[in-house]
């Protein structure tokens, strides 16, 4: 990551991480499936909210950090 790179945040500075942002995942239709059942499924994309302003600021398909939502 370049040194002047700083990580995404919503308009009221908030970073993945905060106790104010969630975390939501996408799941493919098959996916979704195994979330009705009970099964624990892997997310497709992980997109990052802060619930005070609503705004969607980061997603991600990385790999690691799916499986820390899986």
Sequence with gaps: MPAD???A???CGHR????????EASYSPLGWLG????ISMKPIKV???C???DVVF????DPQVLDSHA
């Excluded at 979330?35 to 009970?38: F, R, S």
């Design 58 to 61: 980061d997603e991600s398909t």
């Design 5 to 7: 790179h700083q990580p």
């Design 16 to 23: 993945r991480g905060h106790h104010l942002v969630s975390a």
């Design 47 to 49: 997109r990052f909210r």
């Design 35 to 38: 979330v009705v059942l009970g």
């Design 9 to 11: 945040a919503c308009g």
């Design 51 to 53: 619930r005070r302003c």
